[in-house]
């Protein structure tokens, strides 16, 4: 069985030393992780909890896997990753500087609640879900509400922050922010001197036949002759 109480397996579940994994553990209990109240008391330790809920966020285990392991049952494990999940996630910012750069895009999420998704160009019923992201740390800064999922991205982040605004990007931030369309057209060539202007120089002969593409019917008397010949 997998316990805190065996610091050989610290390491392989959390990618941290025994030292540190006390650091976070007593942090944790100083934000009310593990108060004192009535009711049903938790299963396993705060260190073994905090333990458990590293190792389902760096493995590809189920609950029902990952359970069996820990000494508890699926539905405990759950509440449990329910509970101090949340507590270990970083604070979202809320000022950045001036030369920030925020990226939103949206992303669709496959669900069977039918009151908000629909059939998206993943040919599932999905939600759109706007994701704000810092673009030098890659960190989530925000997330918006869901939205059907065969509305564009420009009205989706209307609709999941409302009053025409980016979804979800904090007000007086001072970031910038930049959507996928933006970059896009930064990176356009731009049009070269006289590109789209008409050649108006005397058609002679060899431009004639460069600019001008000849009719159809020039082409048909070749066809026809093929054609009688193979008959």
Avoid: C
Avoid at 100 to 109: C, K, P, R, Y
Avoid at 121 to 130: D, G
Avoid at 152 to 181: I, M
């Amino acid at each position: 069985m997998i316990t805190a109480s065996e610091p050989f397996w610290i390491a392989p579940f959390t990618g941290l030393s025994p030292r540190q994994s006390t650091k976070i553990v007593t942090a944790l209990r100083r934000e009310g992780a593990d108060p004192v109240s009535r009711g049903r008391p938790w299963g396993l330790p705060l260190e073994d909890r905090f333990l458990l809920v590293s190792a389902y966020w760096r493995t590809n285990l189920t609950l029902r896997q990952l359970a069996p392991l820990f000494g508890v049952s699926k539905s405990a494990a759950d509440r449990i990753i329910a509970h101090l999940g949340p507590l270990l996630a970083l604070r979202p910012r809320t000022r950045f500087r001036k030369d920030t750069v925020l990226i939103v895009d949206g992303t669709l999420i496959p669900t069977l609640d039918h009151t908000i998704a629909e059939q998206s160009k993943n040919y599932r019923y999905s939600a759109n879900h706007q994701v704000v992201i810092d673009a030098d740390t890659r960190l989530v800064v925000a997330v918006g509400r869901p939205v059907p999922g065969n509305r564009n991205d420009r009205k989706a982040r209307e609709l999941s922050r409302g009053e025409g605004r980016p979804a979800t990007v904090p007000r007086r931030t001072g970031a910038r922010v930049r959507t996928r369309r933006h970059e896009r057209t930064a990176r356009r060539r731009p049009a070269r001197p006289g590109h789209h202007r008409r050649d108006t120089r005397p058609a002679g002969g060899d431009q004639r036949s460069r600019h001008h593409r000849p009719a159809w019917p020039h082409h048909r008397p070749s066809h026809v002759r093929r054609t009688d010949q193979g008959g």
